[in-house]
């Protein structure tokens, strides 16, 4: 166990410290903190069209549920009751086997506010550059011991007001449309990888990728206007590995919402709930989910998220402790 290795006792003071700046950013801003279930029967990526995550099944006390992805949908709901706007941090769920990139248990700082895509984008911003601010001012020497250099902390914590955007059909032809870099299946096309860090190359290290095709993202991001349902209003922050913040504009109306699900060939069903919240109090709202590992991979210039744990979780894995 890493009880006397240096790297897990700074990732342990970068844990602390981010929880703190995201607590005095939000209060700053009059938002929300809300604690939720980590259950539900509703996961956020539900094995369909446009899924990007595997769903943990659990039994409890004999009734089968999830453990939650995300809790975007129940910080739309808590959005209805907190018109300020919500947040949290707390571990997410996710099936696939981990590697480079990708945690089963993960943490998660989602946020939810009524607005727009573009105010969710700025709100991002402004929460990268306090982030960015806050862990110069208190773990510089700490961060500079393992990452050997804090200028690209410097550099968002000056410029992170101003990332560029580029929309995936202008990804797509910076890309040239290059099979190793885009992906083209039958219903949608998907940059890997290998793509994102062509597109963070080109535009110096960070760039806001939007408005994907609709099929290659989860039902619940809004429709662009005038697209036949073709584009997403949603946008991903490519940072460090690759994406490191998502987020989007939801659907205002429960019909909305029954559309999307009916094009991305998802039961109904589950999700009733949330159809309900829709039609009832139809509020536009927009959210984002910050990978906390992800951002700390970025912070200490590390290249594989395995070690962002101070204790580790794998899928298909038995630990004792």
Sequence with gaps: MPLRNEWYRVLA???????????????????????LPITTGSISSPMGLGSDSVPV????????????DSMQFFLEYSCRINKEGVYY??????G?????RHLGQFYHSEAEIIGTLD???????????????????????????VAGTTEHIKYISQHGYNIPK??????????????DFVESYALYRNINSKGEAE??????GYVWLTNFDHMAVPFYQKFA??????????????????????SGERHLSGQEVREALTLHQIDETPYKWYITIKDEVPVQTSGFGLGVERFFLWLLKHNDIRDMQTLPRFNGQKFTF
Excluded at 96 to 100: K, N, T, V
Excluded at 199 to 204: A, D
């Design 13 to 35: 003071l970068l844990q602390d410290e981010f929880n703190f700046a995201t607590v005095s950013f939000y209060r700053q801003r009059g938002i929300k903190s809300v604690q």
């Design 57 to 68: 099944h659990v039994q409890i006390a004999g009734i089968d549920t999830y453990l939650a």
């Design 89 to 94: 941090v707390a571990p997410s769920f996710r």
């Design 96 to 100: 696939e086997s981990a590697d480079e």
């Design 119 to 145: 105010n969710v984008i700025k709100l991002c911003e402004q929460y990268i550059v306090y982030l960015s601010n806050h862990f110069l001012k208190t773990l510089e020497k700490e961060i500079l011991s």
């Design 166 to 179: 580029c929309t995936f059909e202008e990804a797509v032809r910076i890309l040239d449309n290059n099979p």
């Design 199 to 204: 597109l963070m190359k080109y535009f110096g």
């Design 225 to 246: 206007p005038g697209a036949n349902k073709k584009i997403a209003l949603n946008a991903d922050l490519l940072m460090g590995i690759g994406e490191t913040i998502g």
